[in-house]
């Protein structure tokens, strides 16, 4: 029996949310091996990256729904990951988001996290979503307050990692 994923493609005004390509795995594997990870649990070994991009794919797969990279619209260059992610022990879905070294400051995560929401809310038909921010990660915090979420409990993982639980606004604005 032979399985095909389907990952859809997103436009937006500046960027091309798109499967994972090989031809994007270098941008990716600098980024994770890059101290920009240290809020998602890095840094990691280029191999690690590579399980890592592995993962994304497997996650549609796996829920049907997940995270594109983000790719600039014009040059279809790669800048980040941004989707829905919903590991095992995840209270529910979320809404993620990561910037490559250069795309920051661009407002690529913002653009790429509220297509991610809209199609979440939209396609699947979510009411509502969650983002979950490793404490001290400014930035990320910065963007959930600026995309309408407020603040709830945090939760920790099985790993013991403890997340901070920003919640969307309830259905597509």
């Known amino acids: 029996m032979n399985t095909t994923v389907i990952i859809p493609t997103i436009e937006t005004e500046n960027l091309r949310l798109r499967a994972p390509a090989w031809s994007d795995f270098d941008a990716f594997a600098a980024f ?23 993962e994304i794919i497997g996650h549609w797969h796996l829920r049907g729904y997940g995270r594109w990279i983000v790719a600039d619209k014009a040059t279809n260059a790669p800048l980040g990951v941004a989707g829905l992610f919903f590991p095992d022990d995840w209270p529910e879905p979320e809404i993620a988001w990561s910037v490559f070294e250069g795309a920051e400051g661009r407002g690529v995560a913002h653009e790429a996290a509220l297509a991610s929401r809209d199609y ?29 979420c407020t603040r709830e409990d945090d939760f920790t993982t099985r790993d013991s990692m403890t ?9 597509a604005a």
Not at 37 to 42: A, I
Not at 138 to 144: F, G, K, P, Q
């Open 32 to 54: 994770r091996m890059s101290p920009r990870t240290e809020y998602l649990g890095g840094p990691c070994t280029r191999t690690q990256a590579f399980d890592k991009l592995g």
């Open 120 to 148: 979440a809310y939209t396609t699947l038909g979510w009411k509502t979503a969650v983002s979950c921010v490793t404490p001290g990660n400014a930035r990320s915090v910065a963007l959930a307050q600026r995309m309408g």
């Open 163 to 171: 997340l901070e639980v920003y919640r969307h606004p309830k259905e």
